[in-house]
Nanobody, 127 residues
Framework: QVQLVESGGGLVQAGGSLRLSCAAS????????MGWFRQAPGKEREFVAA????????YYSDSLKGRFTISRDNAKSTVYLQMNSLKPEDTAVYYCAASRDKYYSGSYYYTNNYGSWGQGTQVTVSS
């Protein structure tokens, strides 16, 4: 199993930026697709962005495309989520996840396609 630890969350004003990091350990994470999800109070966990194991393909929630950018550094076993032009509605706990299978080529949009999750990092955007 892959162990994941998120960091980089915090309090930021609307219009500001944050970069989240997800440090992975355990199995060779470079072989796994990685995703970011978020969950606001009282809401379901929703897909934010994902990147395949090669790093050549990225996927975004339509509502977030253009503001958020996912990337990975396999040498550091770390995945990043750059978040720009933040809005109060971006306030949530952000979770990093690794795909259930190596060399995964299916959909990245659903939580049940992921086998490992981090503990989450809180992002709060003030108006």
């Amino acid at each position: 199993q892959v162990q994941l630890v998120e960091s980089g969350g915090g309090l930021v004003q609307a219009g500001g930026s944050l970069r989240l990091s997800c440090a992975a350990s355990g199995r060779t994470v470079s072989s796994y697709g990685m995703g970011w999800f978020r969950q606001a109070p009282g809401k379901e966990r929703e897909f934010v962005a994902a990147i395949n194991w090669t790093g050549f393909s990225t996927y975004y929630s339509d509502s977030l495309k253009g503001r958020f950018t996912i990337s990975r550094d396999n040498a550091k076993s770390t995945v990043y989520l750059q978040m720009n032009s933040l809005k109060p509605e971006d306030t949530a706990v952000y979770y990093c996840a690794a795909s259930r299978d190596k060399y995964y080529s299916g959909s990245y949009y659903y939580t049940n396609n992921y086998g490992s999750w981090g503990q989450g990092t809180q992002v709060t955007v003030s108006s």
